[in-house]
């Protein structure tokens, strides 16, 4: 059975495109069969950026479609190891049925309390509809600079959350790289890829406990 792994917000425009594409750039490069499935059928942020890393050749191949429903998107999942569901700027009740069937819910945020806010409502409306707090992944993105981290950690840890190692901060070179189809952690800025690396190795270290738990049966 594939891993299965979401990237929900209440908000748009936080990094779920972002983080979802690092991913599956990281998945396809350690050798994982990677499917990443776009939701949003309107803006198509991660098939564009698929195409756009086929044309540049030479990377580590993975599959990217654009699906109008989670089920669609799950057709053929056994030929996968890992599919990665990038949802639209806004929840829908196809939230809660992508959340339920992941091993990992990420929900990314900015360190700002516009962000902060409406990503505690959804983690507790996510929990309260039966995914547990080790199924949730909160990952800090776009941050100008470094003390939004530790209110952010605070925010989150004072709402009863906790939010994964890293940060991804704002940087023009993790724009252009994926507007060349490439992945946070395939900048030509050696530091954006670090701080890149850090937090998906912190997110891979998260989907490997779930995925234990998945195998050991005690999965909710
Ligand atoms: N760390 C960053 N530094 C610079 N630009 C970023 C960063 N993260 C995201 N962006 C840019 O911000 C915009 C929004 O990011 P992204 O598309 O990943 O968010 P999203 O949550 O998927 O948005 P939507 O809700 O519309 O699907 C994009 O133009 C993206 O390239
Ligand atoms: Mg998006």
């Known amino acids: 059975m594939p891993l299965i792994v979401s990237f929900v917000s209440q908000k748009g425009g936080v990094g779920k495109s972002t983080l979802a594409r690092a991913l599956a750039a990281v998945g ?6 990677v499917k990443l499935a776009d939701l949003d059928v309107q803006q198509q942020t991660s098939v564009r950026w698929g195409k756009a890393r086929k044309q540049r050749g030479n990377a580590s191949p993975i599959n990217v479609g654009a ?31 992508v959340a339920r069937a992941s091993n990992v819910v990420v929900v990314p945020t900015s360190a700002t309390i516009d962000d902060l806010y409406p990503t505690v409502l959804l983690l507790r409306a996510l929990e309260e509809i039966g995914i547990s707090q080790n199924r949730l992944a909160v990952a800090l993105c776009r941050v100008l600079e470094a003390s939004e981290e530790r209110v952010a950690r605070n925010y989150i840890a004072a709402a009863g959350y906790e939010l994964l190692p890293g940060f991804i901060p704002e940087r023009a070179s993790y724009r252009n ?21 850090v937090l998906i190795e912190s997110l891979l270290r998260k989907i490997a406990e779930q995925s234990a738990v998945m195998q050991n049966g005690n999965g909710d």
């Open 28 to 33: 396809a490069t350690g050798k994982l069969k």
């Open 67 to 97: 699906f109008r429903s989670f089920e669609e998107a799950l057709v053929n999942s056994d030929a996968f190891d890992l599919i990665i569901v990038d949802t639209p700027g806004h929840t829908s009740p196809t939230t809660g049925t």
């Open 177 to 197: 790289a994926q507007n060349r189809g490439q992945a946070l952690t395939e900048t030509v800025d050696g530091a954006a890829n670090e701080s890149a690396d």
